[in-house]
Nanobody, 113 residues
Framework: QVQLVESGGGLVQPGGSLRLSCAVS????????MGWYRQAPGKQRELVAD???????YYADSVKGRFTISRDNAKNTVYLQMNSLEPEDTAVYYC???????WGQGTQVTVSS
């Protein structure tokens, strides 16, 4: 079994920053490609960023230059550093093992004044 536990969400003002964490257990983390998705109210879930086991990254155009995905294989953890947050970033953020049905529980990010 693969389990993912997310943390780091919260309420932040526009222009602020948050760092999301996703701790993975139950598999060989270093062999996994990982991704962050988000789902805003009334919208479909969308891919925000991902990182392969080799460290190659992808970002959605909407977050490029503001968000950074990274991984620490020693800690079995993937991160999403979010800077210059905008109200449009408000969503529930989910961690996933790419190309699987393994998902975290989601963590709420709210960007508001």
């Amino acid at each position: 079994q693969v389990q993912l536990v997310e943390s780091g969400g919260g309420l932040v003002q526009p222009g602020g920053s948050l760092r999301l964490s996703c701790a993975v257990s139950g598999s060989i983390f270093s062999s996994l490609s990982m991704g962050w998705y988000r789902q805003a109210p009334g919208k479909q879930r969308e891919l925000v960023a991902d990182i392969t086991r080799g460290g190659i990254t992808y970002y959605a155009d909407s977050v490029k230059g503001r968000f950074t995905i990274s991984r620490d294989n020693a800690k079995n953890t993937v991160y999403l550093q979010m800077n210059s947050l905008e109200p449009e970033d408000t969503a529930v953020y989910y961690c996933t093992v790419l190309r699987t049905s393994y998902w975290g529980q989601g963590t709420q990010v709210t960007v508001s004044s």
